[in-house]
């Protein structure tokens, strides 16, 4: 059976915020359908702009809030201030662009860990100002990135060797994805120890637009058995836990349920029907996400932008579990007036 928080708890220190998602997480409806946004570099220079101020999350007043620990390659290192290369603690060097974050050139040629030593996880400049920052937003829903783990392994080998190694290199695919998940567990050990926030948050993808990167049968020997252990140490510390995946993930999402994962992003509305998976799964889970990224916000008017926030706050909001959120981070092709009116929509 898999372990839950205590959802619907409340403290007198709680604020309305933390009440309004816990609520949600709940499946409790709560009028207003909670919302989050995230922006590449380029989206938001343009909000920036329009707004006049560079604190898009209060000018948006989201509930939720996002930090991660420090790294040596930021997600998002302009080249401009970072140079064309940087490496990161992993060993894996990242050619980088202004617009994403950039391309990993893997540091695992051969499926040998020998030679290889993981990074130290208690390293004080990762978890430099955390504290802080969760201290200065303990009016919000505040979620803890603690890396990848699937992703992770796929940047340091190399994303085509290391699903050939899922069938020839069985061991040393176990050996990686073991170091990964010892590094993400110490780090999720010394934040909950040193920090109050309500939920960690784990980056890893699975799918491609049609299906699984792998097959399930594979996904549940090696993927699974490490996904648990993080999600159980999530509630040791009474937190939840969320995962990012893109892709299509349907035939996992039970398994991802009975291991504990209570919000799963992005759920990409172009690789699932998300409104089935409402149907199927949403008495068990929380679903974060779910507006079209590929053609809609690019490309769309903007009476078709809060017309499709309208149906998924209506459809996907019903009895509670769902935060809307597009189906990716916005990318720098989404028309101003696009996002503008989407935000508008949401806050409604």
Request: hydrophobic residues 35%; contains cysteine; glycine residues 6%.
């Amino acid at each position: 059976m898999p372990v839950k928080c205590n959802l619907i708890v409340y403290t007198d220190d709680m604020s309305e915020n933390q009440k309004w998602i816990r609520a949600t997480l709940s499946h409790k409806n709560t009028g207003n359908v909670p919302y989050h946004f995230d922006f590449t570099p380029p989206a938001q220079k343009k909000l920036v702009k329009h707004y006049g101020s560079e604190d898009l999350e209060d000018l948006v007043a989201s509930p939720i809030r996002w930090v991660g620990t420090n790294t040596k390659k930021p997600l998002y290192a302009d080249p401009v201030h970072f140079g064309s290369r940087l490496e990161d603690e992993f060993g894996v060097t990242w050619v980088l662009s202004e617009h994403d974050r950039g391309v990993p050139i893997p540091c695992l040629r051969e499926p040998d860990l020998s030679r290889y030593t993981f990074p130290d996880p208690t390293e004080l400049y990762r978890f430099a100002d955390l504290y802080r920052w969760n201290t200065d937003n303990r009016e919000y829903y505040r979620t803890n990135w603690i890396g990848d783990l699937w992703e992770r392994a796929s940047f340091m080998r190399g994303l085509e060797k290391l699903l050939l190694d899922i069938s020839l290199n069985k061991k040393f695919v176990h050996e990686l994805l073991r170091g990964i998940t010892d590094y993400i567990l110490a780090t999720m050990e010394i934040i909950a120890e040193n920090n109050d926030f309500e939920c960690f948050a784990l980056s890893d993808d699975y799918g491609t637009q049609k299906s699984l990167i792998m097959s399930p049968v594979d996904w549940n020997n090696f993927i699974k058995p490490y996904l648990k252990e993080i999600f159980t140490c999530a509630k040791k510390y009474n937190k939840h836990i969320m995962l990012h995946s893109c892709g299509n993930l349907q035939e996992i999402i039970p398994d991802l349920i009975d291991i504990g994962l209570d919000i799963l992003h992005p759920i990409q509305p172009e690789a699932m029907d998300i409104y089935r998976l409402k149907t199927e799964f949403g008495k068990d889970i929380t679903f974060q996400g779910g507006m079209r990224t590929q053609d809609l916000l690019p490309y769309g008017k903007v009476e078709e932008i809060k017309d499709e926030v309208k149906t998924l706050k209506q459809r996907m909001g019903q009895n509670g579990g769902y935060i809307l959120e597009p189906g990716i981070t916005i990318q720098g092709d989404v028309p101003l007036e696009n996002m503008v009116a989407m935000i508008e929509e949401a806050r409604a």
